[in-house]
Nanobody
Framework: QVQLVESGGGVVQAGGSLRLSCAAT????????MGWFRQAPGKEREFVSA????????RYSDSVKGRFAISRDGRKNKVYLQMNSLKPEDTAQYYC????????????WGQGTQVTVTS
C-alpha cells in the first residue's frame, strides 16, 4: 500500500513558478510510475506528467511540455513537479498518483493541492 500527500500549491501570478511535492509512504518499488494529474472546475481530470521511478524517464502532456519538469528523490521518496511560466489555464487541483509498471490505471492517489494562477 502506498500513501501520497501533496504540498506546494498556492496562488501565483502568470509567468511565475511553483514547485509541487508529493511525499510517498509505504512500499515504493522500482517498478512504480508516479504521475501528476490536474482537474480544473467543470473539466475532466487530465494527465500532466509521469516518471518511471527506477528509470528516471519522464513524459509530459503537450500543454505543459517545456514549462513543467517532473523529478523524484529516491532517498526521500518524493516526487516533484516544477512548474514555470505558469498560465491562468494551469489553474487546477493537482493530484499526485502512482501505479505499478504495466498497469493501465493509477490506483494510488493523493488528496490534491490547489494551484491558482492569476492574470
Amino acid at each position: 500500500q502506498v500513501q501520497l500527500v501533496e504540498s506546494g500549491g498556492g496562488v501565483v501570478q502568470a509567468g511565475g513558478s511553483l514547485r509541487l511535492s508529493c511525499a510517498a509512504t509505504g512500499r515504493i518499488s522500482g517498478s512504480i510510475i508516479m504521475g501528476w494529474f490536474r482537474q480544473a472546475p467543470g473539466k475532466e481530470r487530465e494527465f500532466v506528467s509521469a516518471i518511471v521511478w527506477n528509470e528516471n524517464t519522464a513524459r509530459y502532456s503537450d500543454s505543459v511540455k517545456g514549462r513543467f519538469a517532473i523529478s523524484r528523490d529516491g532517498r526521500k521518496n518524493k516526487v516533484y513537479l516544477q512548474m514555470n511560466s505558469l498560465k491562468p489555464e494551469d489553474t487546477a487541483q493537482y493530484y499526485c498518483a502512482g501505479k505499478m509498471f504495466g498497469v493501465d490505471e493509477y490506483h494510488y492517489w493523493g488528496q490534491g493541492t490547489q494551484v491558482t494562477v492569476t492574470s
